[in-house]
């Protein structure tokens, strides 16, 4: 039944779900799609950040999240839908949502289909090593003394 791929999204950091169940839940919306072609992309991030005003630390922020996109496209009629609800029934919801409306949207004539895992991997360039284990690992104690540091200095002769 057409173009079938996962690939996680995993970089350096495999994020809130680990590997094994990241291909589970591409792999759970890939069965799940009864489009012509589907693509389903996991991406899982970790932010933190200390905010400061007037050489103050007045806030830290910290927030963990995964998203699924699901594209599905049947003949030149595509769609797609995202969630952050990883259960198996948000899973699913998304697959419906992308998938039907590659049944109502118009068709697009110079739509060229899904990119296969070949193509992909024919133009794939060197991945960006942008991951920092410290800087991923920070505590809010280790960013506050940091920014109490650079005001210091910020606070030092002129």
């Given at each position: 039944?057409?173009?079938?791929?996962?690939?996680?999204?995993?970089g350096?950091?495999?994020?809130l779900?680990?590997?094994?169940?990241?291909?589970?839940?591409?792999?759970?919306?890939?069965?799940?799609?009864?489009?012509?072609?589907?693509?389903?992309?996991?991406?899982?991030?970790?932010?933190?950040?200390?905010?400061?005003?007037?050489?103050?630390?007045?806030q830290?922020?910290?927030e963990?999240?995964?998203?699924?996109?699901?594209?599905?496209?049947?003949?030149?009629?595509?769609?797609?839908?995202?969630?952050?609800?990883?259960?198996?029934?948000?899973?699913?919801?998304?697959?419906?949502?992308?998938?039907?409306?590659?049944?109502?949207?118009?068709?697009?004539?110079?739509?060229?289909?899904?990119?296969?895992?070949?193509?992909?991997?024919?133009?794939?360039?060197?991945?960006?090593q942008?991951?920092?284990?410290a800087?991923?690992?920070?505590?809010?104690?280790?960013?506050?003394?940091?920014?109490?540091?650079?005001?210091?200095?910020?606070?030092?002769?002129?």
């Amino acid at each position: 039944m057409g173009v079938r791929q996962a690939r996680p999204a995993l970089g350096a950091w495999a994020g809130l779900v680990g590997e094994r169940a990241a291909r589970e839940l591409v792999e759970q919306a890939l069965r799940l799609s009864t489009a012509g072609e589907t693509e389903a992309v996991l991406t899982t991030t970790s932010e933190a950040l200390t905010r400061f005003a007037h050489n103050t630390i007045h806030q830290n922020v910290a927030e963990v999240d995964a998203e699924l996109e699901v594209r599905a496209a049947t003949g030149r009629r595509g769609g797609v839908a995202s969630t952050n609800d990883l259960s198996p029934a948000g899973v699913e919801r998304a697959v419906a949502r992308a998938c039907e409306q590659t049944q109502h949207l118009p068709a697009n004539p110079d739509w060229p289909g899904l990119p296969t895992l070949a193509d992909v991997d024919a133009g794939a360039q060197a991945p960006v090593q942008a991951f920092d284990e410290a800087v991923a690992g920070a505590s809010p104690e280790l960013r506050a003394r940091t920014i109490r540091e650079i005001c210091a200095a910020a606070r030092g002769p002129l």
